[in-house]
């Protein structure tokens, strides 16, 4: 596999090794947590400008939040998303995480790297409402295979929204995904 040209944020060390161990010659910036300081910040700006930035952060409470700490500071950066489901540690008291995913899911998720783009917001909270992403029993478990299918993560509904205007999610991708989410659901209470 051809070495990434971006610099790969990620949480930790164990992050850095399971990429080397998957991708062989890759460079990260390590967040060391969810305590992000303002030289790591420095760094990631920098490489930013010298090589571009993909943010690969693990599919939790944490790591949405230095996702989202670190959107607002490199607004261009690519974003790669891992699911939940590909992230589960194989102990029980472990915690999801990237250095818990086989190799073709870590390859899957940088192949669908999101750039971000500067643009009107096209969705609202009444869309997602309408959509049934918001406000609604079954609106996290939407938000979750939505996410999913448009491999854009999952998310509490107000980033979910920020996440689909961020990265230009195409109205018919959005409603199709919702309808495919739809249907599997009447099929599973049959």
Known sequence: MKKIK???VVEGKSDTNRLKDCLGEVDTIET???ALNEETIQRI?????DRGVIIFTDPDFNGN???TIIQKVVPNAKQAFLPRSKAVPKKSDGSLG???A???DIKKALADVYSTKELEDEYTNADMVDLGLSGDAASSKRREFVGL?????YTN???FLNRLNMFNVAPGDLIAAVKKFDKGSSHDSK
């Not at 700006?45 to 400008?49: E, F, I, L, S």
């Not at 299918?149 to 993560?153: D, Q, S, V």
């Open 32 to 34: 060391r947590g969810s």
């Open 98 to 100: 990237i250095e818990h």
């Open 157 to 159: 509904a107000k980033q």
């Open 45 to 49: 700006k920098k490489a930013q400008v």
């Open 6 to 8: 971006e610099i790969i």
């Open 149 to 153: 299918e448009l491999k854009i993560g």
């Open 102 to 104: 086989r190799d073709e």
């Open 65 to 67: 939040r230095l996702r």
